[in-house]
């Protein structure tokens, strides 16, 4: 079983950065693809960065591409997003995900575990 924590969510201006955190408890986060969604007011959630167990293989949704990392620390049992040149439309709750595949993580039910999500707001 494994729990999920977001943290380093906040009000950010246009053109800013955040960086956003998901802690996992247990002894095999290493074989979990970690996987983020976001879901702005109004909007369907959908798929933002997914990163291997490894960390050598990632993908981004087009949306976010150049501008969002992806990363992960094994060690510490935690996968990072880390987000640059945000934008008002990046405003959401962001939800990081861990499923036992290394594919079709993207959607949301694929997954196996959920975190309760952290809120993104970036004023224009």
């Known amino acids: 079983q494994v729990q999920l924590v977001e943290s380093g969510g906040g009000l950010v201006q246009a053109g800013g950065s955040l960086r956003l955190s998901c802690a996992a408890s247990?002894?095999?986060?290493?074989?979990?693809?970690m996987t983020w969604f976001r879901q702005g007011p109004g909007k369907e959630r959908e798929f933002v960065a997914a990163?291997?167990?490894?960390?050598?293989?990632?993908n981004y949704a087009d949306s976010v591409k150049g501008r969002f990392t992806i990363s992960r620390d094994n060690a510490k049992n935690t996968v990072y997003l880390q987000m640059n040149s945000l934008k008002p439309e990046d405003t959401a709750v962001y939800t990081c995900?861990?499923?036992?595949?290394?594919?079709?993580?993207?959607?949301?039910?694929?997954?196996?575990?959920w975190g309760q999500g952290t809120q993104v707001t970036v004023s224009s």
């Open positions: 247990g002894r095999t986060f290493s074989t979990y693809t």
């Open positions: 990163i291997s167990g490894s960390g050598t293989s990632t």
């Open positions: 995900a861990a499923a036992w595949g290394n594919s079709g993580t993207r959607q949301w039910a694929r997954n196996d575990y």
